[in-house]
């Protein structure tokens, strides 16, 4: 596709339920980042993974977030035991590699509600 | 920890007007810094990149300069129209390669 896709673009779960959010890169990047944006506040960043491998997770709040990127092309965030402050919209963006220079291009996010 | 401020949070002008938006970051080593758009419901789109080495960045009726040393950027508008309506997000590009946003001013433009 043309730009970084994520699915579903909502989703509504209730309190102690999984969830996992999808996201799928612009072809031929890299790189790819989750962030996560709550209510009236900038996105912050969770987690980045160069090729297959999550190169920096210090952005993951708890153990109850974890993120797979099995091929180094589709990546999903995976939210166990959810809470209700886990509520917020989930962007993930790309870049062409991992670097200085390279722009990051971003999805338009999942908004998550845990009832 | 690099901490990102933009002033005002939330701002009303009428359209034709020319105007700024601020951003501050707190650690100067950054490696760029970004502006983005962001519609209600929407995802980020860039409307301007300044390297650490640039002082600013035009594109159309907008202009990003960057004070690294100061640890300041401006966003000028220009001629401002209703469909500038949204909210405006600064970013800088740190060690690392992630982003840190600042919270964001609200831009409405009225007719």
């Known amino acids: 596709g043309a730009g970084v896709s994520q699915t579903p673009s909502n989703k509504v779960t209730e309190k102690g339920k999984y969830v996992e959010l999808r996201c799928d890169p612009i072809s031929g990047h890299t790189a790819l980042y989750w962030y996560r944006q709550s209510l009236g506040q900038g996105p912050e960043f969770l987690i980045y993974?160069?090729?297959?491998?999550?190169?920096?997770d210090s952005g993951l709040p708890n153990d109850r977030f974890f993120a797979v990127r099995p091929e180094g092309s589709v990546s999903t965030l995976k939210i166990q035991r959810t809470e209700r402050g886990d509520s917020a919209v989930y962007l993930c963006?790309?870049?062409?590699?991992?670097?200085?220079?390279?722009?990051?291009?971003f999805g338009p996010g999942t908004r998550l509600t845990v009832l | 920890k690099q901490e990102v401020t933009q002033i005002p949070a939330a701002l009303s002008v009428p359209e034709g007007e020319n105007l700024v938006l601020n951003c501050s970051f707190t650690?100067?080593?950054?490696?760029?810094l970004q502006w983005f758009r962001q519609d209600p419901g929407k995802g980020l789109t860039s409307l301007l990149l300044i390297q650490s080495s640039q002082r600013e960045q035009t594109s159309g009726r907008l202009n990003a300069s960057l004070d690294k040393s100061s640890g300041r950027s401006t966003l000028y508008i220009a001629a401002s129209q209703p469909g500038d309506s949204a909210t405006y997000l600064c970013?800088?590009?740190?060690?690392?390669?992630?982003?840190?946003f600042g919270a964001g001013t609200i831009l409405r433009v009225k007719s």
């Open positions: 993974f160069q090729g297959t491998g999550a190169a920096d």
């Open positions: 970013a800088v590009k740190e060690y690392g390669n992630k982003l840190v």
């Open positions: 963006a790309s870049s062409f590699s991992y670097g200085k220079d390279n722009e990051q291009f």
């Open positions: 650690d100067s080593a950054i490696y760029n």
